[in-house]
């Protein structure tokens, strides 16, 4: 069941031929009932994107049960019964839309849109389980779900509307307003400071009673007494459902290969990324007596069959009605349910999954084997028992599960007194990540004493399989439990479990560390526990140790935004200044708005599959397509022998000619009848390679050889050499800022769809720079292009895919489209450059700079892309807000064979900003200062040149910088920090505060033009189109702001049409934070034009309404359509003089940042972040605010957890959100404050300024409060040097740095001894 429009239809859906490799999501797209689901997000299930609500009837019960499921892993043949509610059901625009979707639009909680529909549905899921959740329940629902463009804190607060708590911060509990002081201390202000960015009032109130019900035919269905096995023939497989135990045991002796199919979260992946195939599926899903819970006086026996939410439900009841000592077990496996994958995948997911998959990363299997849980097993020849201990983790062949057999359930005993049970995890996110390593834990003692009886450890992620510490567990029998005993079962545990240096997956010595230093914790847990049971024989542990006990809790963000208030005298229908929700929010939270995969099909469509290298650097000895072309549905396969013009353009090779020069280069590309066809033809394609040396993968490798792809930038100021002879200090050192990939939650897509007769094709394509792919084809065809809405804040279309594409569709004289699936996309279009800094600094005592001396090399990739353009950013800016009088900055852009990496928002500043922070850090420590007195000091104080030349008044930073120090309340939470760290030796808090001052805008005048094209119809209506794209950051809502100010017309009036070369040509770059300040001058004119026209009717008749005008004019036949256009910022650098007026303003901000680190684990948690940013005057502060607060999330991932893994040969390892982490709604600040501050900046439209990108380089506040942690840890460890956090601070980087006796006792491996699994590339 379907249902697509709520109460008014349910939609039926009766399929035949129901093939059992064939999931909902693409069922769905296929038979065009939905037409936004993403396609080739991730496919996984770990971004969340697909999610619906299917809703089952339990006859037993005779309740409905609801739930999120990710439509990618769900295979429709088991939906027999199920209704499934899409977002289309939940509500449309022609008919009604849901206030779930309401809100999300209207508390701007879109941006892209890519991600909201699966947000919708998440919320919309969760409300019909629980009409009014608690905050917890909102953002517990919203784990699975990945945005890239929000920051996710609109997103929780439009779910937080449902709540029946008060939605307002509260304070931490103190049941008072941050707003109230807030607004008191901005009450003597000339404007009024505004809070709230959308108006409650106007929600629709949500009556859940308004659902629709669930068919009662499904109810029946369920009820049938009669029910009889169900059988589903595939093109290649049979899918088979018992509905009984004996029929189920009778399949599992026929089929014993054939997997049964619970959540299909670990078989569906399989087949989609190992290739495996299964000619029949079992799926005994609704089995009752796979369902149940037994509970007795010794332990509990759960059902298989049970969702790891039902585990969940089940194990709190039990919690909450046993003693203490009884759960252990149940808390423990209840913890790590938290943060196990998402909501929808816990759904999902069965008991018996993991128990009988056994996979080395299972959360859930060591506490069970620590917990001595036990697998009750059936088979037609009878039930027995097996224990879930460490050989049948380990796979041992003798402790496996019979071929006919099935898990029937899984007994977890009760703990008993003297027993402690406890669940350990560290990964690079809290939830929805895979375990770096996890641990279960148990320890029984002699009764009354703390001798040990038995004692069990179980690793996850150390090997191929969970692993048993069994040996060093046998050795501890009798041991006390003791710090001598601890420091022998280290020794001992990190002995038996081994991890090779070069094992795959990598982080070897901190998984040794993470060993032991989850031992460690266990250790003091149980001393806690002990010391409860007999407080006069066992003492607790140290009081600094307590907080080692617990991990970070998962809180609800909270916060407030500031912005001024409209001037009151404004018109009321100028929508100048309003929060305006973003002009497609509505369209994205329906899944209305059509990305390019959702554009229907196209009469003969062909589907493009990419060939790509597997070498780095080596020769084409052939390429053999033969047993390509000869596949079924395969129309041509392109190579570079079949361009036509040149393969080269501008240095971006289309195809890989006679060599590859990275892994991931397109060698040839695949056109057939569907993706499957290409897809599979692309893997007969035979490309034999002969290596060349030499092969540089890294910025180091890349020096050596000296290998750049262009000349040296420099800038200079003062006499450098002279000043370092006069300062008190010196100090070297270098910072390496790894890269980061874009992660846009639609993948690069193009339909490309030839009018070969009148030689013209039509593209539609994500791109921020139509006029760049048009320029690259440089062909006697004509061409259109088109641009949906897409791409958070991303950058280019790699410039060989268009072309790639183009050749395919003129060749074959058929519509192309092409989608690169995840893995692809990351591969080949790689993204921001990896950057090396090298600083040496002169300083006197106090902390004042004289003189700095900095190089930056950038990893550009093997071609030229934007590297150099990059690069120059980099110079230009990476002064930020400081003044050194003697200051050199050089920069060079490495040729590596890496896949070209390219722009990317912030374009080089949050890189390079990074080695300015980290040197100001640096002079701090070493001058006994705090880096914040030692920013203030060489900050840039009154009207001066950059380096550079440039005038600028930093009035603005000063103010940001000072408000953001007071309203963070910073030196005093700096004390309390300090307080909580003399307390707490295992976790750590710091606080940092970065100032910014950061461009807009690019030093090559001609690209900072615009033209926009406006008609207005004789009814009245208006119709804007400018050459600027849409990315999700509100650009159309922008310029239809504009324009209705400009006409003072409604907005209502104003339709924006998308972003066409036909409409506008030659238009630039939508980069550079300035797509409003060019565009919205082009809009302005426009209508400025247009109004000049129409003044005398007006002022013949100024009763007169706008359409009389219009008509009036009409009569007088003047035109009213024109064109707008704007020259553009006069912008200018002469690199030989090293001076110009580079950029057009400046924009400035501050941040501050706090956290706390667990020294043991190396994880964070940011607890709280102020934002203050110079918005001049905002147009719409809450597509800015979203901009900012998207920006800072972006790049505190950056800055934190994002990480690209390479191999040594040039292979990028992460190819998909499985093992590219970007920030979830956990990570995202507890509390967060942003405040635009208000200054003038006459240059651009409204006095407004362009906040873009500028949010990005604020995240590195992150970044350097968990220095200033780890400095703290370090230095009460006796650690005082000076040290170096390169970027990303990830959990790996945190914990080793974080010296300590854990870190001393691994062992380490010599370098020279072996080949690492990955390398860094900056
Ligand atoms: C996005 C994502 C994130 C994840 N994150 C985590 C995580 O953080 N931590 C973690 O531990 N796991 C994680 N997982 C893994 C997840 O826990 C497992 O995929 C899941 O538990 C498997 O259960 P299932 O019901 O979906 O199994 P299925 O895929 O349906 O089946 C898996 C295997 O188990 C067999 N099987 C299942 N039930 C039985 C039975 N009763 N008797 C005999 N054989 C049976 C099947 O034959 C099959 O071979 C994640 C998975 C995904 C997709
Ligand atoms: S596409 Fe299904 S979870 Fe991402
Ligand atoms: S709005 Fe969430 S991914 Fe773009």
């Known amino acids: 069941y379907l249902p697509k429009i709520p109460s008014l239809f349910t939609m039926q859906v009766t399929e035949k031929k129901a093939d059992p490799e064939v999931n909902l999501l693409f069922y769905l797209r296929k038979v065009r009932i939905l037409s936004f689901y993403c396609n080739r997000s991730g496919l996984d299930g770990s971004c969340g994107a697909c999610t619906v609500m299917v809703s089952r009837y339990n006859p037993k019960t005779k309740t409905i049960h609801h739930f999120p499921a990710t439509a990618c892993l769900v295979p429709i043949c088991s939906l027999y019964g199920a209704a499934v509610t899409t977002v289309e059901g939940v509500g449309s625009i022609k008919t009604r839309i849901h206030p779930v979707q309401e809100r999300l639009a209207k508390c701007h909680g879109t941006q892209c849109g890519f991600c909201s529909p699966g947000m919708v549905m998440s919320i919309y899921t969760l409300l019909r389980n629980h009409p009014e959740p608690t905050p917890d329940q909102i953002t517990e629902a919203l784990g699975g779900n990945l945005c890239r463009c929000t920051g996710y804190r609109p997103i929780v607060e439009s779910g937080k509307t449902f709540c029946a708590e008060s939605t307002v911060c509260q304070m931490k509990g103190s049941g008072k307003c941050c707003l109230d002081s807030e607004e008191k201390s901005f009450a003597n202000r000339q404007e009024k400071i505004c809070t709230k960015l959308y108006n409650e009032d106007e929600f629709q109130p949500f009556d859940p ?14 009820e049938d007494p009669n029910k009889r096995r169900l059988t589903f023939q595939g093109q290649r497989t049979t899918w088979i459902a018992p509905v009984t135990l004996s029929d189920l045991l009778e399949l599992r002796a026929n089929f014993p290969k054939a997997p049964l199919v619970m959540g299909n979260t670990a078989v569906g992946p399989s087949i989609k990324f190992k290739n495996e195939f299964h000619p029949v599926f079992l799926s005994p899903l609704g089995l009752p007596e796979l369902h149940f819970v037994n509970t007795t006086d010794t332990g509990v026996t759960i059902g298989a069959g049970y969702s790891l939410a039902q585990l969940n439900e089940a194990l709190r009841l039990i919690v909450s009605e046993q003693p203490k000592e009884k759960t252990q077990t149940c808390r423990a496996l209840l913890k790590h349910l938290r943060t196990l994958a ?59 599960l019979k071929s006919e057999e099935i898990v029937l359930s899984v007994s977890i005993p009760y703990s008993t007194q003297w027993h402690y049970v406890s669940g350990l995890r560290l990964a690079q996110r809290q939830e929805n990540a895979f375990a770096i390593v996890n641990a279960g834990m148990s320890v029984k003692f002699e009764d009354g004493t703390n001798v040990i009886k038995e004692l069990q450890m179980f690793y996850g992620s150390v090997g191929p399989t969970v692993v048993s510490a069994s040996q060093s567990c046998k050795q501890l029998i009798g041991r006390r439990w003791d710090d001598q005993m601890l420091s022998d079962a280290c020794r001992w545990v990190l002995d038996e479990i081994y991890i090779p240096p070069a094992a795959e997956g990598g982080m070897v010595e901190y998984k040794r560390t993470l060993i032991i230093s989850l031992l460690f914790k266990f250790y003091l847990k149980v001393r806690q526990g002990l010391n409860k049971m007999d407080p006069q024989k066992f003492p607790d542990i140290p009081e600094k140790f307590m907080s080692a006990l617990e991990d970070f809790p998962i809180e609800t963000p909270q916060g407030l935004q500031m912005f001024q208030c409209v001037d009151p005298y404004q018109p009321p229908q100028d929508p100048v200044g309003h929060p305006v929700m973003h002009q497609s929010a509505i369209k994205h939270a329906t899944g209305q708005a059509v990305f390019i995969d959702d554009m229907p099909p196209i009469d003969q469509e062909l589907f493009l599959a990419v060939v790509t290298s597997t070498r780095a650097h080596a020769k084409i000895i052939s390429i053999d397509i033969s047993e390509a072309l000869a596949l079924p549905g395969v129309v041509d396969v392109i190579t570079a022998e079949d361009v036509p013009g040149d393969n080269n353009h501008e240095g971006e090779i289309l195809y890989a000619q006679n060599e590859v020069i990275c892994v991931g280069q397109i060698v040839c590309t695949v056109a057939a009848d569907t993706y499957v066809h290409a897809k599979e033809a692309a893997k007969k394609v035979k490309i034999a390679y002969e290596d060349i040396e030499p092969k540089i993968i890294t910025i180091e490798q890349a020096i050596e050889h000296n290998s750049f792809l262009s000349a040296e930038k420099k800038i200079e100021q003062g006499n450098v050499e002279q000043a370092f002879k006069y300062v008190d200090q010196i100090i070297e050192g270098e910072v390496h800022v790894e890269g980061q990939e874009h992660f846009y939650m639609e993948t690069q897509s193009i339909l490309a769809i030839p009018k070969t007769e009148d030689k013209e094709m039509v593209l539609h394509l994500g791109t921020q720079f139509p006029t760049h792919p048009q320029m690259a084809i440089t062909a006697i065809i004509f061409f259109l292009i088109l641009m949906p809405h897409k791409l958070p804040k991303c950058f280019p279309f790699p410039h060989f895919c268009v072309p790639t594409i183009f050749i395919t569709s003129h060749r074959t004289g058929r ?16 993204g921001r450059h990896p950057l090396l800094g090298k600083y040496k600094i002169g300083f006197m005592n106090n902390g004042m700079i004289k003189a700095a001396d900095v190089e930056y090399y950038i990893n550009g990739g093997c071609t030229p892309d934007e590297s150099e353009m990059v690069l120059e950013f980099i110079v230009l800016k990476s002064e930020n807000a400081y003044y050194i009088p003697n200051f050199r900055c050089r920069g060079r852009a490495c040729k590596t064979n890496l896949p070209s990496n390219t722009a990317f928002r912030g374009f080089g500043f949050p890189q390079a900003t990074v080695v300015v922070e980290a040197y100001i850090t640096a002079v701090a420590s070493q001058c006994n200062l705090l880096p914040e007195e030692v920013k203030e000091i060489n900050m840039y104080k009154r009207i001066s040149k950059t380096a550079y030349k440039e005038t600028f008044n930093p009035e603005p930073l000063r103010r940001c910088w000072k408000e953001c120090l007071e309203k963070s309340s910073f030196y005093a939470r700096k004390l309390a920090a300090e307080e909580f760290n003399k307390k707490n030796y295992w976790k750590k808090r710091g606080l940092a505060v970065v100032p910014m001052k950061f461009t807009i805008g690019i030093p090559i005048a001609y690209y900072n033009q615009a033209a926009a094209l406006v008609h207005i119809y004789l009814d009245g209506s208006v119709l804007v189109t400018h050459g600027g794209c849409e990315l999700g950051q509100g650009l159309h809502t922008k310029m239809i702001q504009v324009a209705s100010r400009e006409l003072n017309i409604p907005q209502s009036y104003i339709h924006l049409s998308e972003t066409s070369t036909i409409t506008v040509p030659n238009a630039v770059f939508t980069a550079g934070s300035m797509g409003t300040d060019v565009n919205g001058k082009a809009v302005q004119n426009a209508c400025q034009i247009l109004m000049a026209r129409l003044h005398p009717i007006i002022r013949r008749n100024p009763k007169g309404k706008w359409e009389d005008w219009v008509a009036k004019a009409f009569e007088d036949s003047i035109s009213l359509s024109t064109t707008g256009y704007y020259k553009g910022y006069q912008t200018n650098m002469d690199w030989e003089k090293e001076e110009g007026n580079a950029y057009p303003y400046f924009v400035y901000g501050a941040s501050c940042s706090e956290v706390e680190v667990d020294c043991l684990t190396g994880a964070h948690k940011l607890l709280r972040t102020d934002i203050f940013m110079d918005a001049a005057f905002s147009i719409n502060p809450a597509v800015d605010i979203g901009q900012i607060e998207g920006a800072f999330i972006q790049g505190m991932g950056l800055y934190t957890i994002e990480e690209l893994k390479y191999s040594p040969e040039g292979v990028l390892y992460s190819r998909g959100p499985s093992d590219y982490k970007i920030p979830t709604v956990t990570e995202i600040p507890e509390e967060f404050y942003v405040t635009l501050v208000r200054s003038r900046n006459p240059i651009a439209i409204y006095s407004s300024k362009g906040l873009g990108e500028a949010g990005m380089f604020m995240g590195s506040s992150v970044l350097l409060a968990i220095y200033d942690a780890v400095a703290a840890a370090r230095r009460e460890r006796g650690l005082t040097k000076t040290f170096t956090l390169s970027s990303p601070a990830t959990p790996e980087v945190i914990r080793m740095t974080c010296v300590d006796q854990f870190t001393d006792m691994i062992p380490r491996d010599d370098p020279s001894t072996f080949t690492p699994w990955s390398i860094h590339v900056s």
Not at 815 to 830: N, Q, Y
């Open 209 to 222: 009673s308004q659902e629709p019900i669930f068919p009662p035919e499904l109810i029946r269905m369920a």
């Open 815 to 830: 519509p192309i489209r092409f989608i690169l699936e995840r893995g692809d996309d990351m591969l080949i279009t790689a």
């Open 342 to 400: 998402g909501a929808q995948i816990r759904n999902m997911a069965t008991l018996g999954g993991p128990v009988v998959s056994r996979p080395n990363y299972s959360d859930l299997n060591p506490i069970l084997a620590a917990g001595n849980a036990t697998i009750n097993l059936i088979s037609k020849d009878g039930q027995r028992q097996i224990p879930l201990n460490g050989p049948f983790l380990e796979r041992s062949p003798e402790a496996n």
